[in-house]
């Protein structure tokens, strides 16, 4: 009878250990530096929906982290701050599959606050998109390579073209009070928080940042020069967990993951962006 029990007592608990999802299950993601705020708390909400699994990222700018996925390195997703580096991505056969958008964004200047604001003997101040052209100022984007830079210099060269009230020099003076180019976006913003320079361009979720926002202003750029940037994500062809990055990825474009982006500032993707997706998967 004792053997009988404890021989049913077995079976019990191997049947009960089959049921359980895989425990220590790793998600590598890779994904845009902007995302660095964004990303842990999807990931905290994603794990109490998978109990066992844990989220890891590595956030750079979506260049370098398309450089890194072609030289070898192993990923499951690959989130990009543009649509450029992920179609790169897809050519070099990175993907399982095709990629979807799941969020948008846009660019605004900051401008440190406080008192160096008020400050006469301090750098010169940016209070205006115009004031970017004067003499001396001191501005900082992000490398024309990665989404942020590509994206702030298509701002101030729209704002510079001819009838949109802005002198017609007022591209080439901006550029020309450029003093860095960063390799992501995070290297902007550390210049203005830490007074570096005159004024940055970044994008408005970093803006909003607390540890951001209580140390810069911003000021808006006009919708009609300001690109929108668009944020795709996809499953990577050598993913180790292909189904849970499948399930991460739709978890972003759940209502739940949808509300998570809204809290930070990320609007949704645009019509426009769904169907260049459409026209490229043919």
């Not at 940042?209 to 006009?222: D, G, L, M, N, W």
């Amino acid at each position: 009878m004792r053997r009988l029990s404890a021989a049913a007592l077995l079976l019990w608990l191997l049947a009960c250990g089959g049921a359980a999802e895989p425990a220590n299950r790793e998600l590598m993601v890779f994904a845009a530096a902007s995302l660095s705020n964004l990303f842990p708390q999807v990931a905290t909400a994603f794990q109490q929906q998978h109990p066992g699994v844990s989220v890891k990222f590595n956030f750079a700018g979506s260049q370098r982290l398309r450089t890194q996925l072609e030289h070898g390195a192993r990923a499951d997703v690959f989130a990009s701050a543009d649509q450029d580096q992920m179609e790169l991505a897809m050519e070099s056969g990175l993907l399982s599959g095709e990629p979807v958008p799941f969020a948008s964004n846009r660019m605004v200047v900051i401008v440190p606050q406080g008192d160096r604001l008020e400050d006469p003997a301090t750098r010169t101040t940016v209070r205006s998109l115009e004031d970017l052209a004067n003499p001396g100022v001191k501005l900082v984007v992000a490398l024309p390579a990665v989404p942020a830079g590509k994206y702030a210099l298509e701002a101030i060269q729209r704002l510079g073209n001819a009838g949109n009230g802005f002198p017609s020099d007022y591209s080439q003076r901006v550029r020309a009070n450029v003093v860095s180019q960063e390799p992501n976006v995070r290297g902007v913003v550390q210049k203005v928080v830490l007074n570096e320079v005159d004024a940055g361009v970044v994008y408005q979720t970093d803006a909003r940042v607390e540890h951001v926002a209580s140390k810069v202003a911003a000021i808006q750029i006009p919708d009609w020069a300001n690109p929108s940037a668009s944020y795709p994500i996809g499953v990577l062809r050598d993913a180790a967990e292909p189904d849970l990055a499948g399930a991460f990825v739709e978890f972003l474009r759940s209502p739940e993951g949808r509300l998570i982006l809204r809290g930070h500032g990320f609007g949704a993707p645009k019509p426009g962006d769904e169907k260049r997706r459409a026209d490229v998967g043919g």
